[in-house]
């Protein structure tokens, strides 16, 4: 634990993440004196990138959070965050939840070094992790650092990176964002999509529209990745005509969207919809469907998957747990 205090027999609320509705739902709970502990998940690299403070740690420049002018690095504003939650007293593990008892109180959830806590309240901030194409050759490469990679911001610079031909698949903001940063490093970045239009906002297709160093690859699949121990290519299948062909690249960045971090709360009566988000039981609130157990950010937000709308479901999961609580006579 990064904080010495001792921990109670029985936790106020136990917060799951540590994106930016964990932390923030952290920075409510602590100031409304409920001395919240928050598991902030374990670094992971393999095959999907997991880490304490979640996607934002894997984003370069954050310019629509409002307040930050000049924008500000996501690893920089998850720091911030964490530094105001432990300002007001939060305590932090190092680790995740792997089980959840949420069939009488006060819970028991159970962490991954077989650690018992109890608790009266949940808020579960989890988020949501990298998709894959699910191609063999892309696994067996992302697995063994072979070019194939799900973040761009983690490895677009790397040398081997440097001046080399690299594709991007995806069309939503994520491919256009991390197509934008690669073409600082490479000769071509290709943007390879299934569709002939981007799903990404305007603003940001803008970007690889108009950049002479990125190509876009319409109606097209990733069908194999080609290489030996390094990536050499990708044979790409044109959705319309059927026709494969081959494409040199030196580096693959999977940019498919993600899934939300939820796989723990199954059979815990937290109930899920059919992608695995959390489902709320009014949409205008963080109540779960197990009393007591709240929730925020991406893990039950597949429509805005924003930091600032994470942030504010965290702030609204604090709330409706300090309610909760104060309902049930805790203090
Ligand atoms: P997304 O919007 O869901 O886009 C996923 C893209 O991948 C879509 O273009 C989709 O194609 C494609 N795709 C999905 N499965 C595929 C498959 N199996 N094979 C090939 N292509 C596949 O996901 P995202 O781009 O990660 O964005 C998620 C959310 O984060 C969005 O709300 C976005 O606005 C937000 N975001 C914002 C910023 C920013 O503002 N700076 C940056 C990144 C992300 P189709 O279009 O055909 O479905």
């Known amino acids: 634990m990064t904080s010495t205090a001792q921990a109670p027999d029985v936790e106020h609320v136990v917060i799951i993440g540590s994106g930016p509705a964990g932390w923030t739902a952290a920075i409510y709970a602590a100031r409304a004196n409920l001395k919240p502990l928050v598991y902030e998940g374990r670094p992971k690299t393999n095959p999907s990138i997991v880490l304490p403070g979640g ?11 409002p307040g930050f002018p000049h924008g500000v690095t996501g690893p920089q504003m998850m720091a911030d965050f964490k530094a105001q939650a432990e300002r007001f007293g939060t305590r932090i593990v190092t680790g995740d939840i792997a089980k959840c008892d949420f069939s009488k109180r006060p819970f028991t959830l159970t962490d991954d070094e077989d650690k018992v806590i109890k608790t009266h309240a949940v808020i579960i901030a989890t988020g949501a992790t990298a998709n894959w194409i699910g191609l063999k050759n892309e696994m067996r490469l992302a697995m063994a650092g072979g070019g194939v990679s799900a973040c ?61 160093k990125a190509k876009v690859i319409w109606d097209s699949a990733v069908v194999d990745v080609l290489g030996g121990e390094k990536i ?39 109930e899920l919809d059919d992608k695995g988000y959390v489902k709320l039981v009014d949409g205008f609130r963080s109540a779960t469907t197990v009393p007591g157990v709240f929730v925020g950010g991406d893990c039950a937000d597949s429509i805005y998957r924003q930091a600032v709308s994470a942030a504010g479901m965290g702030c609204k999961a604090a709330i409706d747990a300090e309610r909760w609580l ?4 805790i203090h």
Do not use: W
Request: proline share 3%; net charge neutral; glycine share 8%.
């Open 326 to 329: 104060a309902e049930q006579g």
């Open 232 to 270: 050499e290519g990708v044979k790409l299948k044109n959705l319309k005509t059927q026709a494969e062909s081959n494409l040199d690249v030196k580096g693959l960045f999977i940019a498919i969207g993600h899934t939300p971090a939820t796989g723990f709360l199954k059979d815990t009566g937290v």
């Open 55 to 65: 996607q934002l740690m894997l984003t370069t420049e954050v310019e629509n959070y």
């Open 152 to 212: 761009a911001v983690c490895d677009g610079a790397l040398p081997v990176f440097r001046n080399q031909p690299l594709a991007v698949v995806g069309g939503g903001d994520t491919a256009m964002e991390e197509a934008s940063y690669l073409t600082k490093f490479a000769s071509t970045v290709y943007v390879i999509h299934r569709r002939n239009e981007f799903r990404a906002s305007k603003v940001m297709q803008k970007r690889i529209l108009d950049n002479p």
